[in-house]
């Protein structure tokens, strides 16, 4: 059900904020300053975007920051740090800041220094990606961050955010390199798209259709059978394998990254085991392929084997052969699909 905020609060609360907003706005614009809104989820990085860019425009322009936070002031103490007047505004309850609030941490401000003389006034809003996209507190340009462990959904689910927002800076971008691709194709529809259709094209050229190529280049041995195999299964495993890995939990990943986890441990400890079960079972569904990709590189060019015999046997219309042929081979496959069965119930038994 939607339910806009206009709905549920009334329309009274947002029009008493946008008239004090345009209050503060009125005096930022007398004060003749830029006030710039940062905004994102928690943890994103405002802070760190303010630390940094506080100490590289210091000898250029008069700054002062309003910090808002629920509960502490661990972040104005940051600021305050890099030698720049922050004022701290403390929201309680409240998941953003409102224009009273910023026109309450001005006249604090305004105790310390005349604002007449800043260039640009920050205001860092509480960590949330809902609320502070509603409340204008007179800013002239709202800035949103998103960095990239959040994924690349959240401007779909969190729209009103990026839309009002002037500017979007995609923060953490060191991380990437550091996220496996299978999650990054999981989590990622961007890398998933630049990727699957590469695979998908392969995965639709029949494999035996290889075999005039491979007999070319590598001749009658067993080397053209193992290449064949691995065309016709490779392709259709590594997708199937890149599902598994978009349905590993992200809570799971995040948790065990925030406990300190490595790219490498994460992979064998957390997403290997939860993907296990899945992938044993997608190569017991394409064992049957490669059994039978061998049967035809057999039928096809082979010296022995049961394809080849399969392939006499024709020639002198043994049909009995033939049966049986079709029996052994059918015989084996179900050995092997038992084995996969006998294998996973073993090494994922707590997945049964
Ligand atoms: N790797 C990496 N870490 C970053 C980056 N930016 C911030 N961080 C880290 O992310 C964590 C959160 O950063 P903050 O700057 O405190 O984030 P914030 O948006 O101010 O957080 P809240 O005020 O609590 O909403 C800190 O541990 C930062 O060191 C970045 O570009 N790369
Ligand atoms: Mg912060």
Aim: proline share 6%.
């Amino acid at each position: 059900m939607h339910m806009p905020l206009e709905d549920t609060l009334g329309l009274n609360l947002l029009a008493a904020n946008q008239h004090q907003a345009e209050h503060n706005r009125e005096h930022f614009d007398a004060w003749r300053l830029l006030c710039l809104n940062v905004m994102s989820s928690p943890g994103a990085g405002k802070t760190s975007l303010l630390e940094r860019s506080l100490a590289a425009l210091a000898a250029d322009l008069q700054m002062a920051v309003l910090e808002g936070d629920m509960t502490t002031q661990l972040d104005a103490e940051r600021l305050e740090a890099v030698g720049v007047p922050v004022v701290p505004i403390t929201t309680g309850r409240a998941c953003h800041l409102d224009a009273a609030m910023v026109s309450g941490g001005l006249k604090l401000l305004k105790q310390r220094l005349d604002p007449a003389s800043l260039d640009l006034l920050w205001v860092e809003n509480v960590g949330n990606l809902v609320c502070p996209a509603e409340f204008e507190v007179g800013e002239h340009r709202k800035v949103a961050l998103l960095s990239v462990t959040e994924g690349d959904d959240k401007p779909l689910k969190y729209p009103v955010m990026f839309r009002e927002a002037h500017c979007v800076l995609i923060t953490k971008t060191d991380l990437l390199p550091y996220l496996p691709v299978g999650i990054a194709m999981g989590t990622s529809p961007v890398i998933c798209r630049l990727l699957e259709p590469l695979m998908g094209l392969i995965r639709y050229m029949p494999a035996p259709a290889f075999i005039p190529l491979l007999i070319i280049y590598f001749g009658l041995d067993e080397l053209p059978k193992v290449l064949l195999i691995f065309i016709g299964t490779f392709f259709f495993n590594t997708l199937m394998i890149m599902d598994a890995v978009k349905f590993v939990p992200r809570e799971l990943v995040e948790t065990a990254r925030t406990l300190g986890g490595r790219t490498l441990p994460i992979l064998t400890r957390v997403v290997a085991p939860f993907i296990a079960p899945e992938v044993l079972d997608t190569y017991r569904i394409n064992m049957a392929s490669a059994w039978n990709l061998v049967i035809v590189a057999e039928l096809v060019a082979a010296t022995e084997g049961l394809g080849k015999r399969i392939s006499l046997a024709q020639r002198f219309l043994r049909t009995d052969e033939i049966f049986m042929g079709l029996i052994v081979i059918g015989l084996i496959g179900l050995l092997i699909d038992l084995g996969f069965r006998a294998l996973m119930r073993r090494a994922c038994s707590w997945a049964n």
